[in-house]
């Protein structure tokens, strides 16, 4: 390789270095919000008018709900 390609190696090493340190982790978003999505999801459903449960199905729902998924067709 020649100096020119070594230049133009070095060049876009540094683009791609760079734009990864600034742009940072895809996932970063998610870690940060997620725990705000129950609260996002309660506020909307009482602006539309709605209740929403928030505390875990039991475990007759579960299976109740696992039925009819199996069930489907």
């Known amino acids: 390789m020649h100096s020119g390609g070594y230049a133009v190696f070095t060049v876009m090493f540094l683009i791609?270095?760079?734009s990864a340190f600034v742009i940072g982790s895809g996932n970063a978003a998610f870690f940060c919000f997620a725990p705000m999505i129950p609260d996002i999801a309660v506020l909307e459903a009482a602006r539309e008018g709605q209740?929403?449960?928030t505390s875990r199905p039991t475990r007759a729902e579960q299976e109740a709900f696992v039925r009819a998924w199996r069930n489907r067709y």
Do not use: D, M, S
Request: net charge positive.
């Open 51 to 53: 209740t929403l449960k």
């Open 16 to 18: 791609v270095v760079g």
